[in-house]
């Protein structure tokens, strides 16, 4: 079976993201979110590095299959872009336990839109060819 193409990031859960129910928070899980796609989209050398300087999260969907505990650190969070427009982009998730099969079904599904913003004149810009380029690179086709 040939998978999507994907960018997987390994986060570690801390026991601060846990509940009173020993399963990750919700909003524990949003930054768990954030903390995987920054290695993908904002590290020094990626063309998307720029976003750092300006990007604002539009929408965020999450829903929950299955429960994430500590002891399932660190978390395999696989992304791609499910949509990519002129000034916005959408990265799908899948959040998974350590170990658990690629093809497995996912605890955790989510989306983020993310559009590009110019913080000087505080609107919305367009997307730079570069940036196009390498988000479309992780389009499920």
């Given at each position: 079976?040939?998978?999507?193409?994907?960018?997987?990031?390994?986060?570690?859960?801390?026991?601060?993201?846990?509940?009173?129910?020993?399963?990750?928070?919700?909003?524990?899980?949003?930054?768990?979110?954030?903390e995987?796609?920054?290695?993908?989209?904002?590290e020094?050398?990626?063309?998307?590095?720029?976003?750092?300087?300006?990007c604002?999260?539009?929408?965020?969907?999450?829903?929950?299959?299955?429960?994430?505990?500590?002891?399932?650190?660190?978390?395999?969070?696989?992304?791609w872009?499910?949509?990519?427009?002129?000034?916005?982009f959408?990265?799908?998730?899948?959040?998974?336990?350590n170990?658990?099969?690629?093809?497995?079904?996912?605890?955790?599904?989510?989306?983020?839109?993310?559009?590009?913003?110019?913080?000087?004149t505080?609107?919305?810009?367009?997307?730079?060819?570069?940036?196009?380029?390498?988000l479309?690179?992780?389009?499920?086709?």
């Open positions: 079976m040939l998978l999507p193409k994907r960018f997987h990031a390994k986060v570690e859960v801390r026991w601060s993201d846990m509940d009173v129910f020993q399963h990750v928070n919700h909003a524990r899980m949003v930054t768990l979110l954030e995987a796609r920054i290695p993908w989209l904002f020094d050398g990626r063309p998307t590095e720029s976003l750092r300087a300006g604002v999260l539009a929408d965020l969907r999450v829903r929950y299959r299955g429960q994430l505990r500590h002891e399932d650190t660190p978390l395999d969070i696989a992304m872009i499910e949509q990519l427009r002129a000034v916005d959408t990265v799908g998730y899948e959040v998974r336990a170990g658990a099969a690629p093809d497995s079904p996912p605890a955790v599904v989510a989306s983020t839109q993310i559009a590009a913003f110019d913080i000087e505080q609107r919305l810009r367009r997307l730079t060819d570069s940036e196009r380029d390498y479309s690179e992780w389009m499920d086709r």
